[in-house]
């Protein structure tokens, strides 16, 4: 599996902004997927992930309530609506996929996409 992310940016404090996350290369049934994060200096941390019939989302407490993760599958794309954007959102944020059951640490992930940078202004 191939992933593209898209849609990264710079946007103001409380502002909204989209990411997605396009699969291609392989089937995209049955993976579940996910959303990561990178801030400079801080190691990769868990976003969101959604399983392959959009069931069993799961959110960190530092987005729960703000990001909204959401996929479709006849374009085998995933997407990551955030609201009300922080500061401390500003990072590199990455898709990825996997096979099996709800995992929040990154190593349990499989494929990864490049990564696009959020930034958000105070």
């Known amino acids: 599996v191939q992933l593209q992310a898209s849609g990264g940016g710079l946007v103001e404090t409380g502002g909204s902004m989209r990411l997605s996350c396009e699969a291609s290369?392989?089937?995209?049934?049955?993976?579940?997927m996910g959303w990561f994060r990178q801030a400079p200096g801080k190691e990769r941390e868990f976003v969101a992930t959604?399983?392959?019939?959009?069931?069993?989302?799961v959110y960190s407490d530092s987005v729960k309530g703000r990001f909204t993760i959401s996929r479709d599958n006849a374009k085998n794309t995933m997407y990551l609506q955030m609201n009300s954007l922080q500061p401390e959102d500003t990072a590199v944020y990455y898709c990825?996929?996997?096979?099996?059951?709800?995992?929040?640490?990154?190593?349990?992930?499989?494929?990864w996409g490049q990564g696009t940078q959020v930034t958000v202004s105070s």
């Open positions: 990825t996929a996997k096979l099996g059951p709800v995992k929040m640490n990154w190593r349990e992930y499989t494929y």
């Open positions: 290369g392989r089937t995209f049934s049955g993976y579940r």
């Open positions: 959604i399983g392959w019939n959009s069931g069993s989302t």
